[in-house]
């Protein structure tokens, strides 16, 4: 039998919305700018939710990345006459309301859409007829895509959150994420973050061949890096009102999984009792879900308020400065699918604290400092630690740099492009 060593891939790219908010859409991001330059592939892209929205989200990625080109996206179908072209055209004079401040005009744009755009169909099947491989960067493998026997099926795996921890996700998330495993049979090829998310999907799913389930590491990308420009760390510090003096950064997006609440409390806890007037705690990140407690905590503590700096969303151009110019990196999230923040302060040359579950040790190895993230005196303890060694800061961070290393996204690239060719020649 003659080897397949040239494939056409269909990479769905649903979530793309995600880039810089999630480990998800990052994932998504640069493993599709892998499969883009690799010259064993011909990529096409598609986003699979019936949706107009999510096919314009992925559309406008395309458009905007210098990489990547919008003649990649498949083309969608629809029951009447408007192309791509047109559509476009429609969706551009009402983004040209949004901008004269027209409220009314986001709401009309949806209805306007889904009421022209009857049977929307973003994987039309002559589209996929020439092809060898479909796979999801997140969601469900459409039953449309199941029933083409002559494509391979894969599914990047992140983990089984919504299964092991329903009470830190919303309901539409559990229905969603049970949809995915439902989309999940012997013939398909899973592609897991880490070991452990691995270990909790053969655990739960016993329909699954066992032979098809791989673990790919993600990686930082190149935008993270030991930055030593002072007056770049300076005017990031300013831009998101870091007072001058040295700061414990935890980013994240905030929600109960990840563990704020008790690095919060850690925080005044020590700053109380070491009168550590000259340290700052720097949550960074966006809005997740159920983070009310999160501000509830921070009220509590009037005195301490001016210490804590809750940033919001940081750009990705602005994370280098900010994980470089931070004393520590501290991320004691209860249950991670991989971890890609303590990863990217690694690179940066940042000391970091994190728990020792799930993926986390996978990720930091020993050039961390892992806790039991449920104890609060052993990450007290750590923080300490850090905090009055200096010597061990800088050992921390060249070992981190070290680690760091052993992750890229060129690496992850050519590990699944070698699966796509296991599955085509098997």
Same mark, same amino acid.
């Given at each position: 039998?003659k080897?397949?060593?040239y494939m056409?891939?269909?990479? #769905? ?11 998800v859409g ?6 599709? *700018? ?9 990529? !096409?892209?598609c986003?699979?939710l019936?949706?107009v ?5 992925v559309?406008?990625y395309?458009?905007k990345?210098? @990489?990547?080109?919008t003649?990649l %996206?498949?083309?969608?179908q ?9 559509l ?14 027209f409220? *009314?005009?986001?709401?009309f744009?949806?209805i ?5 755009l009857?049977? &929307?169909?973003?994987?039309?099947q +002559?589209?996929l ?6 796979h999801?960067?997140?969601?469900s493998i459409p039953?449309?895509?199941q029933?083409?026997?002559?494509? +391979?099926?894969?599914l ?5 959150i919504p299964i092991l921890f ?5 309901e539409a998330?559990?229905?969603n &994420?049970?949809e ?5 049979n012997p ?9 452990s998310?691995?270990?909790?999907l ?8 066992? +032979?098809r389930?791989?673990?790919?590491y993600?990686?930082?990308s190149?935008?993270?890096?030991p ?10 510090k300013k831009?998101?009102?870091i007072?001058n003096?040295?700061?414990? @950064? ?8 990840k563990n704020?609440?008790?690095l919060?409390?850690? &925080?005044a ?6 009168k ?12 997740g879900?159920l ?6 905590e921070? #009220? ?15 750009? #990705? ?16 999230s209860?249950?991670?699918g ?5 990863l990217?302060?690694m690179q ?9 579950? !799930?993926?986390?040790p996978?990720?930091v ?5 892992m806790?039991?993230?449920?104890d609060?005196?052993? *990450? ?8 009055y ?5 800088e050992?921390?961070?060249h070992?981190?740099i070290e680690r ?11 590990n699944?492009?070698? %699966? ?7």
């Amino acid at each position: 039998m003659k080897l397949v060593w040239y494939m056409k891939v269909v990479f #769905d790219m649903a979530l793309i919305e995600l880039v810089g908010q999630s480990g998800v859409g990052r994932v998504a991001k640069n493993l599709s *700018l892998q499969l883009a330059k690799a010259p064993e592939c011909e990529l !096409s892209v598609c986003a699979s939710l019936p949706t107009v929205e999510h096919w314009l989200e992925v559309y406008k990625y395309l458009k905007k990345s210098e @990489l990547l080109d919008t003649k990649l %996206l498949i083309e969608f179908q629809n029951n009447i006459t408007i192309n791509q072209e047109n559509l476009l055209k429609i969706i551009n004079y009402l983004d040209k309301f949004n901008q004269w401040e027209f409220t *009314l005009s986001k709401k009309f744009k949806k209805i306007l859409i889904n009421t022209f755009l009857g049977n &929307f169909d973003p994987i039309p099947q +002559q589209q996929l007829a020439d092809k060898e491989i479909y796979h999801s960067s997140f969601f469900s493998i459409p039953k449309k895509i199941q029933g083409m026997k002559h494509l +391979q099926k894969f599914l990047t795996f992140h983990d089984l959150i919504p299964i092991l921890f329903p009470e830190y996700v919303h309901e539409a998330i559990v229905k969603n &994420f049970q949809e995915i495993l439902n989309s999940i049979n012997p013939e398909t090829w899973l592609i897991c973050v880490s070991e452990s998310a691995k270990n909790d999907l053969c655990n739960h799913l016993k329909v699954i061949d066992s +032979q098809r389930v791989h673990v790919v590491y993600s990686a930082a990308s190149e935008n993270f890096y030991p930055c030593k420009n002072i007056e770049q760390i300076e005017r990031i510090k300013k831009k998101y009102k870091i007072p001058n003096r040295p700061y414990i @950064l935890a980013l994240n997006n905030l929600e109960p999984r990840k563990n704020i609440e008790q690095l919060i409390r850690c &925080f005044a806890r020590l700053v109380q009792q070491e009168k550590l007037k000259d340290l700052s705690l720097v949550l960074a990140g966006a809005k997740g879900w159920l983070y009310n407690n999160i501000f509830n905590e921070i #009220d509590q503590l009037k005195e301490l308020k001016k210490q804590i700096i809750v940033t919001g969303y940081v750009d #990705d151009a602005d994370l280098a400065p900010l994980y470089s110019g931070a004393m520590m990196f501290v991320f004691p999230s209860l249950y991670e699918g991989f971890g890609l923040p303590p990863l990217e302060a690694m690179q940066c040359g940042t000391p970091v604290i994190t728990s020792n579950t !799930s993926s986390l040790p996978e990720v930091v190895g020993d050039a961390g400092i892992m806790i039991n993230p449920k104890d609060s005196d052993e *990450l007290c303890q750590s923080i300490l630690e850090l905090y009055y060694d200096s010597s061990l800061r800088e050992k921390l961070s060249h070992k981190s740099i070290e680690r760091a290393k052993l992750f890229s996204w060129e690496q992850c690239g050519k590990n699944v492009i070698n %699966l796509y060719k296991t599955a085509v020649n098997s």
